[in-house]
């Protein structure tokens, strides 16, 4: 009679207790899926695309503010991201443009190589530097002042990937870079706006023009746009009006410390809006002594002047090296040339002496600018 009554009593509240557990288990479970959801969505925000030629990633940076909107091409990495120092060297190659970058990991990338007769000094510049391997080689387009030389540097050194834009050109100079890229069986991509290279882990570098299709090679010129921590370069190639008014209205990035003038100083580069925009400390002029075009011109000289932009000159000071650790840049120029240079410039004469043989009259040893120059000394017979 006692089990009766109590289990009248305890099943309906065993009965109870079962409902109600069910109902916060299928609570708990309805609360649990928006969560879900909500990390597929983050999944979703965070694609990325990726091919041969481009890396694009669309995240938030982290000095971003709530409900802040990321730049256009907000890519630049934070100075407590970076470690070491990234070295920009701007190759005096005269009247044309070579521009070497090596990351603090000795990564490479080489933007040009100059005129034909200036190849043995870019390739012996990349010697003297240590580079064993081009990573990156970015002909910006098929004049023979940027090109040039780039046959002779696919010769000499392991070669990652190469980029030019889609332009051609019928000169031998073009045809020989096109040669030495199929005898090493490299490809070449198409450089043009949009492409983020896979370079160094810690450094932005974005291909941001050209933008369009444009008549004139110039215009159709790769820029490039350097990050390194705080710091960041701009690569003009010989880029002019048209396509400096198109990056204009692209509303792309174009802030940065240091500028390579466009097309060598020339006044159908570097506007006064296409300046305000890109505020650089820095500019740098790749021009040659002398030069029949004028270049760098008065009215470009006098813009960035009024700017209160320090201006480094190739035809002023020889080579000129920036080093970024990330938050400070340094420069500093150097007159390094090839032997082969010096050699050229010393042109022994022939006089007779008392023994009847003819002796080049040349510089002594120990003014010559390497250790040992005796090869030198040699004596012709006589008639």
């Not at 990351?103 to 003297?128: H, M």
């Not at 240590?130 to 910006?140: A, P, Q, R, S, W």
């Not at 570098?205 to 004139?216: H, N, W």
Request: hydrophobic share 35%.
């Amino acid at each position: 009679m006692f089990y009766t009554k109590m289990n009248k009593f305890f099943l309906p509240v065993l009965l109870c207790v079962l409902v109600l557990t069910g109902c916060a288990s299928s609570n708990a479970s309805t609360e649990a899926t928006p969560a879900v959801n909500a990390t597929n969505a983050n999944t979703t925000t965070l694609n990325t695309t990726d091919t041969t030629d481009t890396t694009s990633t669309t995240t938030s940076s982290p000095d971003q503010k709530p409900n802040e909107e990321p730049s256009k091409n907000s890519t630049a990495t934070t100075a407590s991201t970076v470690n070491g120092n990234m070295t920009v060297h701007f190759i005096d190659v005269g009247q044309g443009g070579s521009q070497l970058i090596i990351s603090p990991a000795g990564k490479t990338i080489l933007i040009d190589a100059g005129n034909n007769d200036k190849e043995q000094v870019v390739t012996d510049y990349l010697k003297k530097e240590n580079v064993k391997k081009v990573d990156i080689l970015i002909g910006t387009h098929p004049d023979a002042d940027h090109t040039g030389g780039m046959d002779a540097v696919i010769r000499n050194f392991e070669i990652g990937k190469v980029y030019m834009p889609k332009v051609q050109s019928n000169t031998k100079t073009f045809e020989s870079v096109i040669t030495e890229i199929a005898k090493k069986g490299l490809k070449v991509s198409t450089a043009k706006a949009g492409l983020k290279l896979e370079w160094e882990p810690n450094a932005s570098v974005e291909m941001i023009a050209p933008i369009g299709t444009y008549q004139d090679a110039n215009e159709m010129s790769a820029v490039i746009h350097l990050t390194y921590g705080n710091n960041s370069f701009l690569f003009m190639g010989d880029a002019e009006g048209e396509s400096e008014s198109d990056l204009l209205k692209a509303q792309v990035n174009l802030k940065s410390d240091v500028l390579l003038v466009g097309h060598h100083g020339s006044k159908t580069s570097t506007s006064q809006e296409f300046l305000d925009k890109v505020k650089p400390s820095y500019a740098v002029i790749q021009s040659g002594k002398g030069n029949k075009y004028g270049h760098p011109t008065d009215a470009v000289l006098n813009r960035l002047s009024n700017k209160g932009i320090k201006v480094h000159r190739n035809d002023e000071q020889g080579n000129i090296v920036f080093t970024s650790n990330g938050t400070d840049i340094s420069v500093l120029g150097n007159d390094w040339k090839p032997i082969e240079t010096w050699f050229a410039k010393w042109k022994p004469t022939l006089q007779p002496d008392k023994t009847s043989h003819f002796s080049p009259v040349y510089t002594p040893l120990h003014q010559l600018p390497w250790p040992d120059a005796s090869f030198l000394c040699l004596r012709h017979p006589a008639k």
